[in-house]
């Protein structure tokens, strides 16, 4: 039987697929993640303490014509993209990630959400908070927008466009994402 010479042996004296060489080529140098938000791979040099960017085309064709000059592995920007929009990027939520790093709060000592909700007025508070938090709390779901908004035309006119935009955006709750 012939030997494939794009593999090379493994540890326990198998051989490596191309793509396989390629996976430990990119471990090696780069740390990857899949922002789920953007539903886009990132990436940051192993060598310094830089940010996640996202992985642009001339990314992509710089990985591929870097495997190529280094290690002699030929192949496609587009088989370089498969690998990295699939599970060898973990996928994260930078969002939830941020506040799961934040340290924990005791909610006796600073209740900041409740110290938020006392600088909006509506009635019936403790169900608004209620609403304002438990959508957050569901995975896959942006739901809610909050449009506050003056009760009569007449009010709105007086307003520049700049404070019509401040007025208007917020957040607001779905009914029927409710678990209450």
């Known amino acids: 039987m012939e030997e494939n010479p794009m593999k090379e042996k493994d540890d326990i004296g198998g051989r490596k697929s191309k793509n396989e060489q390629i996976e430990g080529y990119l471990q090696e140098r780069y740390d990857f993640r899949f922002n789920t938000v953007k539903s886009k791979p990132e990436f940051r040099s192993k060598n310094g303490n830089h940010p996640f960017s996202p992985i642009t085309k001339f990314d992509l064709n710089s990985f591929k014509r870097e495997m190529d000059r280094t290690m002699g592995i030929s192949t496609s920007s587009d088989n370089v993209r498969a690998?990295?929009?699939?599970?060898?990027?973990?996928?994260?939520?930078?969002?939830?990630?941020?506040?799961?790093?934040?340290?924990?709060?005791?909610?006796?000592?600073?209740?900041?959400?409740?110290?938020?909700?006392?600088?909006?007025?509506?009635?019936?508070?403790?169900?608004?908070?209620?609403?304002?938090?438990?959508?957050?709390?569901?995975?896959?779901?942006?739901?809610?927008?909050?449009?506050?908004?003056?009760?009569?035309d007449e009010a709105l006119q007086s307003l520049s466009s700049s404070e019509y935009r401040r007025v208007t955006i917020g957040i607001t709750f779905s009914k029927r994402n409710a678990c209450l």
């Not at 934040?102 to 110290?115: A, E, F, K, V």
């Not at 169900?127 to 896959?140: D, F, M, R």
């Open 83 to 152: 690998i990295l929009e699939s599970d060898f990027s973990p996928k994260i939520h930078p969002v939830r990630d941020y506040f799961n790093r934040l340290p924990r709060l005791d909610p006796d000592i600073s209740n900041y959400t409740w110290q938020l909700s006392q600088t909006v007025r509506v009635a019936n508070s403790d169900k608004w908070l209620e609403y304002l938090v438990i959508p957050n709390c569901y995975q896959g779901r942006l739901n809610t927008i909050l449009i506050f908004a003056p009760k009569n």
